[in-house]
């Protein structure tokens, strides 16, 4: 007997447990987002819509991943529930405010406030076993019209004689055994993350009963069951049920979200239609599935200062280590503090040669020879000098700046993969695993930078290395690049959590006689066959390539655009340029829906600039390397003028990038510094529209870490300001390799 599934997917209860739903056979990657469970979906040839559903064996495969990693996911989980949650009920109205239920899923809530399970209350999953059943389950005969659904694929499976030409029981005797029968491709979606199949009737409320009431199965007038789907109209929308003695709702099916139905209960009179509605769209539609999923860089065992820095209530401890990191804020120590902290350290020796110098200047003070005293002030000036020039003798200590304090109480704004105060951490995790690790891998570098290679990476002889590494530092120095080369595993997990309909943001617009801001509901995925909420999770170390720009060239680069909050910035402060960029960022908006033209900001020019420069890296490497773009990936540091170009997938690295480095590097680099390379073949028209389309540097949205906003060709080689910049609208402004090329002009 077959296991009996709703048709929504959910296995009932007192179903048997075998034989089990078939499983797919795609890359983790497609499973873990485009196939997750309750995606809709068609395979090749577009026969037959399935339901995408969890694994329900007893036992699923666990992702194998560390400790820290574990306490990452969820540390990340955390944020991004209360994020949404926070978002979400400012929809609605003062009069129809959003409720909880609206806004998250019932697991992540205790009342009307949001509150986070325990994290064994989830399985992190490896998603390579993803089941599906037939869905929808409803089907209309091509010929006649007729319409017929099922309540669970075991139901269906067992009334498949129904669509059988000699079953046909048109009501047009001529069109009888000539039955040509469709599952239906149409389903009806709501923004709480539910979906129905098309029935005649509709969800409404009973407040007698103070439940949902079920769509009536037979006409209302006649009572009826035998139906007819009336789909000539091309709008989908304009479809409509007729009984089989011509009786009909209306000229539009409508149905009502039962889900939201509950949540309203004897609100749903009060509140406008709107609020229940549900959409008929393709099952095909990108609205009818959105899976949700974040990334970061993997924090080794060594690392777990860093991982604390992230936890709740360690905001102290973050301002101060990005304090320290960027060089904001120093307070440098008194004398006495300096001998303090000599003293507790067991420089006993350094103490008292202080305070004999000390002694030699009262000496002097006192028999009025003040030209004597001055010379003793002056060595006791130089002898603190000396100390704190040694590396790690006297530290010196960060106070948190008030801008830098405001950006992390308002880190919630800016969403976990555009957060630079959590991207500033990440790279530091990157810096010390990689790139400044001096161990060897099998006697290769973790990270080996372009003009000092390795053997695996260095040409033959000596001389060719030479003449090789002189001109990559000259290219290097073109194209305004700090610091470049090749990381060989880039430690990268990549986790799905959940999914919603109809909007990936917490809020969607809706027209009912008013301009309603609705919540949008985040799910969690359905219980595994353990009971556990699965949480997909794909982890790679593949080989990538790391590019650091040159500060001063970017502080030149920003003055010459003009950008409205450009600071006072001195390269020998102590103070990097990253730490202004830091404290003046602005949230994007989840998915860019804040991003809206304004005044040339600072940071909004170095996100540009480095997500543009990072595009264009990428489709060098896919014409030198012969991967596609497609199986490339990005990850942009803004605070630290950086980003990473790496292999994305989580089958064996056959070391593409390394093979391109040996086989082309400085080719590689000229082709970069060509003006041809950012050529674009729509001219004028692209230049018109920010300088970015796909004939240029946009690039396939699964590979784009921001769904390719915030690009233009401009930033690098001159061009009309992008569409963000309002103030130079229709003006050019000049690009960063222009004014770098200025700069090795002028000496």
């Known amino acids: 007997m077959a296991t009996k599934y709703n048709k929504r997917g959910g296995a009932e209860d007192d179903a048997p447990k075998e034989p089990k739903a078939p499983r797919m056979s795609r890359s983790r990657g497609q499973l873990a987002s485009a196939y997750a469970p309750g995606a809709l979906f068609t395979f090749e040839g577009g026969l037959g819509a399935c339901l995408s559903i969890p694994d329900q064996g007893e036992y699923p495969d666990l992702a194998q991943v560390s400790e820290e990693t574990k306490k990452q996911i969820h540390l990340r989980l955390r944020e991004i529930w209360q994020n949404w949650f926070t978002a979400a009920m400012k929809g609605g109205t003062d009069k129809h405010p959003a409720l909880a239920a609206q806004c998250l899923d019932g697991m992540l809530l205790r009342g009307e406030t949001y509150h986070p399970p325990a994290a064994n209350e989830f399985e992190l999953v490896n998603p390579k076993n993803m089941g599906y059943i037939p869905a929808p389950l409803a089907f209309t005969c091509n010929t006649c019209g007729r319409f017929r659904d099922y309540d669970s694929v075991y139901h269906a499976s067992n009334g498949l004689q129904d669509l059988s030409a000699g079953?046909?029981?048109?009501?047009?005797?001529?069109?009888?055994?000539?039955c040509r029968w469709r599952q239906l491709d149409v389903v009806f979606v709501h923004w709480s993350g539910n979906w129905e199949a098309p029935t005649p009737g509709r969800y409404e409320w009973s407040s007698e009963r103070q439940d949902v009431l079920p769509p009536l199965p037979g006409c209302s007038d006649c009572g009826s069951r035998k139906f007819y789907l009336r789909d000539r109209s091309p709008r989908i929308g304009q479809w409509f049920f007729e009984c089989e003695n011509g009786h009909k709702a209306g000229d539009t099916w409508l149905q009502n979200d039962p889900d939201t139905t509950q949540i309203l209960a004897d609100e749903c009179k009060t509140r406008p239609p709107r609020w229940r509605r549900m959409e008929p769209v393709s099952y095909r539609a990108t609205s009818a599935f959105y899976p949700h999923a974040e990334q970061f860089v993997v924090f080794s065992e060594e690392q777990r200062d860093l991982l604390e820095y992230l936890q709740d209530g360690k905001q102290n401890e973050l301002g101060g280590f990005i304090a320290e990191r960027y060089g904001l804020g120093a307070r440098p120590p008194t004398d006495e503090e300096i001998l303090e902290i000599l003293e507790r350290a067991g420089h006993a020796d350094k103490v008292a040669t202080y305070r004999m110098q000390q002694t030699m200047v009262k000496h002097f003070a006192d028999m009025g020879n003040e030209k004597m005293a001055e010379q003793?002030?002056?060595?006791?000036?130089?002898?603190?000098?000396?100390?704190?020039?040694?590396?790690?003798?006297?530290?010196v200590q960060h106070e948190v700046p008030p801008l830098l304090a405001a950006q992390i109480q308002r880190r919630a704004d800016f969403g976990s993969r555009f957060d630079p105060v959590v991207l500033a951490v990440e790279h530091e995790s990157l810096n010390r695993s990689k790139l400044s690790a001096t161990t060897l891998l099998d006697g290769r570098a973790p990270f080996v930078r372009f003009n000092r290679l390795d053997k695996d990476l260095a040409p033959k002889s000596e001389q060719e290395l030479a003449t090789q590494q002189q001109v990559t530092e000259r290219l290097r120095d073109a194209l305004g690049i700090a610091d470049f080369g090749l990381i060989r595993e880039f430690d990268l997990c990549r986790f799905t959590h959940g999914y919603t309909r109809m909007s990936t943001d917490p809020l969607i617009e809706k027209t009912d006689q008013q301009m309603l801001r609705l919540p949008v509901r985040l799910r969690l995925f359905p219980p595994l066959g353990n009971k556990r909420r699965p949480i997909y999770v794909v982890t790679q170390a593949n080989e990538a390539i790391y590019v650091r720009l040159r500060a001063e060239s970017v502080f030149e680069w920003l003055r010459q655009v003009g950008v409205a909050d450009l600071p006072e910035w001195n390269p020998e402060s102590g103070v990097s340029l990253g730490a202004h960029v830091l404290q003046q960022a602005a949230p994007f908006g989840k998915f860019f829906s804040d991003l809206h033209p304004s005044q040339p900001l600072m940071y909004r020019y170095v996100y540009t600039l480095l997500h543009t420069y990072a595009h264009t890296v990428m489709k060098a490497v896919a014409e030198f390397s012969g991967l596609d773009l497609g199986s490339l990936g990005e990850y942009v540091f803004p605070a630290d003028l950086a980003f990473v170009v790496y292999r994305n997938g989580t089958t064996m690295d056959l070391g593409n990038l390394s093979a391109l480095w040996r086989n082309y590097n400085n080719t590689f680099l000229e082709h970069l510094l060509s003006p041809r390379t950012l050529l674009c073949g729509s001219g004028s028209l692209c230049e018109s529209k920010g300088g970015a389309c796909p004939d240029c540097i946009v690039i396939p949205e699964?590979?784009?870490?921001?769904?390719?906003?915030?690009?233009?060709?401009?930033?690098?080689?001159?061009?009309?300001?992008?569409?963000?910049?309002?103030v130079h609208k229709g003006q050019v402004i000049p690009g960063y390799l222009d004014v770098v090329q200025q700069a090795l002009d002028a000496g």
Do not use: F, H
């Open 167 to 178: 079953s046909c029981d048109a009501k047009n005797e001529g069109l009888r055994g000539k």
């Open 702 to 726: 699964t590979s784009c870490i921001a769904s390719n906003r915030l690009l233009s060709r401009s930033v690098l080689r001159s061009g009309l300001a992008p569409r963000e910049d309002d």
């Open 376 to 395: 003793a002030r002056g060595l006791l000036a130089d002898l603190v000098k000396t100390w704190k020039q040694i590396p790690g003798l006297i530290p």
